[in-house]
Nanobody, 125 residues
């Protein structure tokens, strides 16, 4: 059974940092790309970053470039999203997702095959 467990959300002041984790199981981690998809209240879910587990290719949306860093620990089947310089507009439920078609395809071209539950990030002004 494919499982993606997102964690690490919380309440932080603007300018602060959080690190999200996405622990994966039930599939061959190295064959998949993992992405992060925040969904703000009243808005559609949109991808902001992904990483290909096989070759480390990464992608960042313009809205997070320079502030967020995605990384992968293949030994732990876990992807991390380090979020710095957080802004109130970053407030959202952050979902992680996995897809074998690679990064940035799972953000730009496809709806990912597998989704985890979300973790709430709240940035206060």
């Amino acid at each position: 059974e494919v499982q993606l467990q997102a964690s690490g959300g919380g309440l932080v002041q603007a300018g602060g940092s959080l690190r999200l984790s996405c622990a994966a199981s039930g599939f061959t981690f190295d064959d998949y790309a993992i992405g992060w998809f925040p969904q703000a209240p009243g808005k559609e879910r949109e991808g902001v970053s992904c990483i290909s587990s096989s070759d480390g290719v990464t992608y960042y949306a313009d809205s997070v470039k320079g502030r967020f860093t995605i990384s992968s620990d293949n030994a732990k089947n876990t992807v991390y999203l380090q979020m710095n310089s957080l802004k109130p507009e970053d407030t959202a439920v952050y979902y992680c997702a996995a897809d074998p078609r690679g990064c940035p395809a799972l953000i730009l071209d496809y709806i990912p095959d597998y989704w985890g539950q979300g973790t709430l990030v709240t940035v206060s002004s």
